[in-house]
């Protein structure tokens, strides 16, 4: 039990190690600063993609995250430009308010389930581009451009976060940003899933009928969970638009929701970390491919059919045993 | 003996078709009333409102005096009312304790965020839960599974595991929907054996069974349905003299009621 614990934080150490120090000292050394861009964009994708991850345990095949990170990216962009909020405010307001409308939808459509409940997600992200276009306050195609970069984060005085404006290496600082909120995430979920709260959530995806026979509100949790799930599209969404310093309907377009059930998909839903190993894969995959042309999406695709009939539960199936004792 | 269930005038509709017509009976403190009657006779849909799953059309159900019926199913679960399924529905992927442990959620004092942050009150329940799991499973005979992965059970002991987790959320009645469908004698007698010790050990039990032979054993009291409607309510011995019971499964061998 202790062995098992050691090793656990063991591992947790590695990895922030990795994230936090080698990586940097890599691409410092290697000077690649464009990867940075790179890594950015995967953990915050991992961040959406850990949302549809969520909606897959409770029983749900979520092909709607697009929608939320588009919706948050919009609410922290029109926050910072039309009303001078500082982009950190915008941030969890950005998370609850998605969560807010992800509960007003997921009331009605969480009560489908299987592809039923896909195909109305997967509208979803079509109209949230639709109304994005249309809604005289998102200013139409055009977007919402030249955002300024996140400013200052200082609490009684104290700066915790500097002006990114006044960093050199902003992509540096971004970087660090997207990591810390992807740890933070992962670990709400690692907790989540480990605690009664997860096994509630399988009970859902397993029986629901039996789940609410024993005395489970599962219209409240699935909404709980789903509720979840958006916060985390609109954080990542959020970010996105600071990053880019721009917004655009076509941001996050249904391919993005397809590739965040994808992630989950390739890294395996059997597993927290799934949605993130899968975000690497397939991002780094997919650039990979690009010399090879006109050919890049046929072989991904193929490459992506022949991983799931080989690996139906995620390339995670590979190194940890298929189930752990509970 | 006080009344635990009392079913009133219940009526269901499905369009024209009436599946259930103006049913009353009443279930006893620690009895074992069975609910019985040819293919088509209602049964079925009684059980499901009787457990919340339907909502009727006229008439209501009351359990200790207070109306359960029309309610979503995991607030009857939760005034006491809960059932298990005819079909063999567990949790499939987790162990046979874990299906157990998750069936007290009933009984959890800490909230959700207290889950989540696993304060005191959630550790403790985690304890009585998983305490309670292997009492339930000692009880019906399930110890020696309890880290078996419940889809891998044979038939038997999945029908015990549905009792199980019925008997962890601590109802009030416990409704059982043909526990012995699919067995064959020595497992239908061992769960008749095993259905009396949860009556003797002061569970209340309404069953819905075709299993006749079965049936006349283990009932306290018998209520028969027939096109919807009840037509007889008695001990084993008044419903196998009753000449309408008789009528109703004319055509089906005299072994079918226990003659």
């Known amino acids: ?82 009303h001078g909020w500082s982009f950190w405010l915008t941030l969890p307001v950005a998370g609850l308010f998605c969560a807010a409308a992800s509960v007003l939808i997921g009331l009605p459509i969480l009560r489908l389930r299987g592809v039923y409940f896909a195909m109305v997600t997967l509208t979803l992200t079509e109209v949230a581009r639709l109304l994005a276009l249309a809604l005289p306050i998102t200013n139409g195609a055009k977007g919402i451009v030249s955002i300024p970069l996140p400013g200052a984060l200082s609490v009684f005085g104290l700066t915790i976060i500097p002006d990114f404006a006044t960093l050199q290496n902003s992509r540096l600082a971004f970087y660090l940003l997207a990591v810390t909120l992807m740890v933070a995430c992962f670990g709400v979920m690692y907790r989540l899933v480990h605690s009664r709260i997860g096994k509630l959530c399988q009970s859902l995806q397993q029986n629901e009928e039996l789940a609410s026979s024993i ?80 050919f890049q999406l046929l072989i991904y695709s193929g490459l992506m059919i022949v991983l799931m009939l080989v690996l139906p539960n995620g390339l995670l199936s590979l190194t940890v045993p298929t189930r752990k004792k509970a | 003996m006080a009344e635990m269930l009392e079913v009133s005038g219940i009526t269901k509709r499905f369009g024209g ?47 200790k005096g207070e109306r359960i019926s029309g309610m979503a199913p995991h607030i009857a679960a939760r005034k006491g009312v809960v059932r298990t399924f005819q079909e063999t529905t567990i949790f499939k992927n987790m162990s046979v304790r874990e299906n157990v442990i998750i069936a007290h959620h009933l009984r959890s004092k800490a909230s959700l965020v207290g889950y989540f942050l696993g ?52 109802p009030s009645i416990l409704l059982l929907d043909e526990p012995f469908a699919g067995m064959n004698h020595e497992e239908t007698m061992r769960m008749v054996a095993m259905v009396r010790r949860l009556r003797d050990l002061g569970l209340t039990i309404l069953l819905v069974e075709h299993d006749m032979p079965a049936v006349m054993k283990i009932s306290d009291r018998i209520v028969v349905l027939n096109f919807g409607q009840k037509i007889a309510e008695g001990t084993p011995s008044e419903i196998q003299a009753n000449e309408k019971v008789i009528e109703a499964y004319l055509g089906s061998e005299d072994e079918a009621i226990g003659l």
């Open chain 2, 17 to 63: 078709l009436v599946a259930v017509n103006n049913v009353s009976f009443s279930v006893r403190e620690k009895e074992i009333l069975s609910v019985i009657g040819p293919n088509g006779a209602g049964k079925s849909t009684l059980f499901k409102l009787i457990s919340s799953f339907l909502r009727p059309t006229a008439g209501e159900v009351r359990l």
């Open chain 2, 119 to 170: 304060t005191g009150t959630a550790k403790a329940d985690e304890a009585a839960f998983g305490q309670s799991a292997d009492e339930i499973l000692a009880l019906l005979g399930l110890a020696s599974l309890a880290n078996e992965i419940a889809r891998n059970l044979p038939h038997g002991h999945l029908r015990a595991l549905g009792i199980a987790i019925g008997l962890a959320t601590n």
């Open chain 1, 215 to 294: 005395g489970v509100n599962i219209a409240y949790l699935r909404v709980i969970a789903y509720a979840v799930s958006s916060f985390f599209g609109g954080v990542a969404g959020a970010i996105f638009a600071a990053i880019s310093q721009s917004i655009y309907p076509s941001s996050f377009t249904v391919t993005d929701s397809v590739n965040f059930m994808l992630n989950c998909f390739l890294g395996g839903l059997g597993y927290v970390f799934g949605p993130m190993l899968g975000t690497l894969v397939l991002y780094f995959g997919w650039d990979m491919l690009f010399q090879t042309g006109q």
């Open chain 1, 1 to 82: 039990m202790t062995r098992n614990r050691n090793m656990k934080l063991a591992s947790v150490a590695a990895f922030l190690a990795i994230v936090f120090i080698a990586v940097p000292a890599a691409i410092s050394l290697s000077g690649r600063i464009d990867l940075y861009y790179t890594l950015t964009s995967v953990a915050l994708l991992s961040i959406a993609s850990a949302g549809v991850w969520l909606t897959f345990y409770i029983g749900r095949i979520n092909i709607g995250q697009g929608a939320y990170a588009l919706m948050g990216a919009y609410v922290s962009a029109i926050l910072v430009m039309d």
